[in-house]
């Protein structure tokens, strides 16, 4: 069960094919669409989807995060609905990793012990928290402990004795941070990012997600070359936030993934992923 | 002396005060670095620069140096004889950090960081604030070693704090108006740390208070420490004994600290730390997080927040803008949770009864923050016989407030 990470990393190894990540707030747009928002994802190609859950601060995260976490909070957005919604996403899908991404309080408060059997059983397979830098990664053991994979931030700053550190308790997969700034900033340069993550990939199998500042077809195939996946964060909550209704938001999910998904596919690997 | 007061519970055995916090940064169970991985490098680079610093004679003696001919240290401390006459009880001593340059405590610490940016070669500086105090004093020791100057403070603030925002501009600053959020100081730390976050090689980020990650807690102490030092010698030299009581205001913490951190190991000196109740405890429109909050991690370190129940944190409320904030400093944590220090609610009301008072007593003008300290040693000194010490921290003046005790009573200026 809690091996979808590795399985999920593994498949595309074999397949040659790039990963593609979307982050999505949970609860936003709106809270009754998170479940079909998320099935529409994995349909129009998401291999793995990052999960937000809001938070109040958001110190890592440019205005699309922190309005759409705003907006959750303010329909009353928390863990426990969240892992409800989980749940109800593996009625209909075993397979895809969900991986909650978020800052530590709210875990904190909900208490890491019972969070930990909750989100895994669940069906939750990692965690990613951006405030918590692997010298405190002992708070949340009861999580390791449970199976649920913890997901490591290298960024442009990391050194190289820090990068040893991380890479030593790194779980499922690394997440290279692309640039020194907040979420949904235009920083991005393709060439740094590469020559980063051929570093960090360097003596090590771990796969490694390359996120920040991709925001359509052209800067996920940029990034894409060396790395094994790209997330993608603000640009498709931005998108999501324009829509009025359920189905305008699984539209506006289609129209956003596919071309990404289609360029990803024609430029990696031999295994052309059938139109959908 | 109330139960509440004398604080000797001690629920964590601590034999030495002075030993915190360990090289991870934890006063007991608090404090810590939870930050970004982008900021971790950075914040290790500024710990190991601090803890060589803070050995070296030579910037010691530049940082005292600045203390006295600039700032005007040592600060007084002065008997308020009529107010404590008017009181009835024990005596009411102000430590003066009201007469420091820029009428606050702040400006100790921001020449003692910017005494360390300068010598780690970072031109230019971030900082956050919520009174504004802070602001202006980062602002004023800009101009003094010539280095940029970003200050980022809460839409609402800035209306409150007016003549501070003008204050930050004639010394050369740039303010940027924080919209998200509360517009609070919280939210003038979050944009703070988003800028650093993004120009994190050239820039250094001045905190204004013992919160935020490892080393703020540890260097903004140290630099505020130099208020109880002095006390505790002028206690000895004026009255020939240390006082029997402490109390300072606590938003973030950096007065207080400031103030106790000299007398942690006097155990016989009680310490009550006075947070901002607001409209009252009971309607929950308050800042006091170390009374009514609960652990959790805020801005990069475990402390006492005021969140929900789904860790959201919550907008705060205080007359005063310095006390406005929904996390504590984690050495106060530390000092509640082992029973060291005690720290109790102060409402609006009792702060502007204590400002008045204060005022028409002893001529002195104090600010809406240290005014919950003047009214929370009112409160001690009731109940203690008239031989007994208080020692308050007056930790700035109330020219910055005038506008909003007028406003709130009613009068146009
Ligand atoms: C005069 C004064 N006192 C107290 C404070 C509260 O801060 P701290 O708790 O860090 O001393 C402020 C903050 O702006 C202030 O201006």
């Known amino acids: 069960m809690s091996c979808r990470i590795e399985k999920r990393f593994a498949e595309l190894r074999a397949r040659q094919r790039k990963g593609l990540i979307p982050f999505i707030t949970a609860g936003d747009p709106l809270p009754n669409a998170s479940v079909a928002i998320m099935h529409a994802l994995v349909d129009y190609g998401a291999d793995l989807i990052e999960l937000g859950v809001p938070y109040s601060d958001p110190v890592a995260d440019g205005p699309t995060i922190q309005h759409s976490s705003e907006r959750a909070i303010a329909r009353g957005v928390g863990i426990e609905q969240i892992l409800g919604w989980v749940r109800e996403f593996r ?65 442009p700053t990391t050194t190289a004795q820090r990068l040893a550190a991380i890479r030593e308790q790194a779980q499922g997969f690394i997440y290279y941070v692309s640039f020194a700034g907040i979420t949904g900033a235009d920083q991005l340069d393709p060439v740094a990012v590469r020559q980063r993550v051929a570093r960090i990939k360097q003596g090590s199998d771990i796969p490694v997600a390359v996120g920040f500042g991709v925001r359509d077809a052209a800067s996920a195939v940029a990034v894409a070359e060396r790395a094994d996946a790209v997330v993608i964060g603000s640009a498709l909550v931005a998108r999501l936030a324009t829509t009025a209704d359920r189905e305008a938001a699984l539209v506006a999910v289609g129209g956003f993934l596919a071309p990404i998904r289609k360029a990803l596919d024609s430029t990696s690997g031999p295994q052309r992923r059938a139109a959908l | 002396m109330s139960d509440e007061a004398s604080g000797v519970q001690a ?26 991985e982008t900021l971790m490098p950075p914040l290790q680079e500024l710990t190991a620069a601090y803890l060589q610093l803070r050995e070296d004679p030579e910037f010691i003696a530049e940082f005292e140096r600045d203390l006295k001919h600039y700032v005007g240290r040592p600060s007084p401390i002065y008997h308020a004889e009529r107010l404590s006459r008017e009181t009835g009880g024990a005596q009411i001593l102000l430590k003066r950090e009201d007469l420091n340059h820029t009428g606050a405590h702040k400006i100790n610490n921001t020449i003692g960081q910017a005494l360390v940016a300068r010598r780690m070669g970072k031109r230019r500086i971030i900082a956050e604030t919520g009174a504004g105090q802070h602001g202006v004093a980062t602002a004023t020791v800009c101009a003094r070693f010539g280095l940029d100057c970003v200050v980022y403070m809460g839409a609402v603030d800035i209306e409150r704090q007016k003549i501070n925002v003008y204050r930050m501009k004639l010394l050369g600053a740039e303010v940027v108006p924080v919209v998200s959020g509360s517009q609070t100081l919280k939210d003038a730390l979050n944009e703070a740390m988003r800028d650093w976050v993004t120009n994190v090689a050239d820039t250094f980020y001045i905190i204004g208070t013992v919160a935020g990650p490892h080393p703020y807690p540890m260097m903004v102490r140290d630099f505020n420490a130099v208020v109880g030092r002095e006390a505790r010698a002028q ?113 609006d009301e009792e702060a502007m009864s204590a400002f008045h008072l204060l005022a028409r007593t002893e001529g002195i003008l104090a600010a809406l923050e240290s005014s919950h300290a003047v009214a929370q040693a009112i409160k001690l000194a009731r109940d203690l016989p008239k031989d007994q010490l208080i020692l308050c921290n007056l930790s700035g003046r109330g020219d910055k407030d005038v506008h909003t005790i007028a406003a709130r009573e009613g009068i146009a200026l």
């Not at chain 1, 990664?137 to 490591?152: H, P, V």
């Not at chain 2, 030993?19 to 939870?34: H, I, K, L, S, T």
């Not at chain 2, 240390?242 to 016989?268: K, M, Q, Y």
């Open chain 2, 11 to 36: 629920t964590i055995k601590v034999n030495d005060f002075h030993a915190y916090p360990d090289a991870q940064g934890r006063f007991g169970n608090f404090g810590g670095v939870f930050m970004p």
């Open chain 2, 235 to 347: 206690m000895l030299a004026q009255f020939g004994r240390l006082p029997h009581v402490l109390t300072a205001c606590v938003g973030g913490g950096s007065n207080a600290i400031g103030l106790f951190h000299a007398f942690l190991n006097d155990r016989e000196v009680a310490i009550v730390g006075a947070e901002a109740a607001g409209e009252g405890m009971a309607s929950g429109r308050h800042a006091a997080s170390l009374s009514a909050g609960r652990p959790g991690v805020l801005h990069g370190n475990r402390t006492y927040v005021l969140c929900d129940d789904h860790g959201q944190i919550v907008e705060t409320h205080s007359i005063s803008a310095g006390l406005d904030y929904p996390g504590v400093g984690p050495e106060h944590a530390f000092l509640k949770d082992s029973g060291r220090a005690s720290y109790v609610g102060v409402s």
């Open chain 1, 91 to 155: 009625e209909r899908d075993v397979d895809t990793p969900i991986v909650l991404m978020g800052y530590l309080n709210p875990l904190e408060i909900y208490g890491y012990r019972r969070f930990a059997t909750e989100a895994r059983d669940a069906g939750v397979d990692g965690v990613l928290l951006v405030d918590l830098p692997v010298e405190e990664s002992a708070t949340i053991a009861d999580l390791r402990e449970a199976g649920l994979r913890q997901i490591f931030l290298v960024a």
